[in-house]
Nanobody, 127 residues
Framework: QVQLVESGGGLVQAGGSLRLSCAAS????????MGWFRQAPGKEREFVAA????????VYADSVKGRFTISRDNAKNTVYLQMNNLKPEDTAVYYC????????????????????WGQGTQVTVSS
């Protein structure tokens, strides 16, 4: 059984920073690509960022490129999302997810290809 637990969310003013963490237990680690998604009230869950199993490749949604950084520490089974220059439109519940084994890297934004999800952590950015 795989468990993903996010932490680090909170309330921050526009222009501020937060660092989210996603601690994984069970079958995880460098064999799996990982992703961050977010869901704002009344909206679909959307892709934010993904990182390859080794950590050598990362990709971002256009809306966060240049402001967010995804990273991982496989020794600690933890994935991070550093969020800088936050904007009110970044307000959402943020979820980390494990990509299914054997799926190709280029499908990183497809939610259906992620098999385990955390419970989410709330990020609220005030203007």
């Amino acid at each position: 059984q795989v468990q993903l637990v996010e932490s680090g969310g909170g309330l921050v003013q526009a222009g501020g920073s937060l660092r989210l963490s996603c601690a994984a237990s069970g079958r995880s680690g460098s064999s799996y690509h990982m992703g961050w998604f977010r869901q704002a009230p009344g909206k679909e869950r959307e892709f934010v960022a993904a990182i390859s199993g080794s950590g050598g490749t990362t990709v971002y949604a256009d809306s966060v490129k240049g402001r967010f950084t995804i990273s991982r520490d496989n020794a600690k089974n933890t994935v991070y999302l550093q969020m800088n220059n936050l904007k009110p439109e970044d307000t959402a519940v943020y979820y980390c997810a494990r990509k299914k084994a054997g799926t190709i890297w280029s499908d990183y934004s497809r939610r259906a290809l992620y098999d385990y999800w955390g419970q989410g952590t709330q990020v609220t950015v005030s203007s």
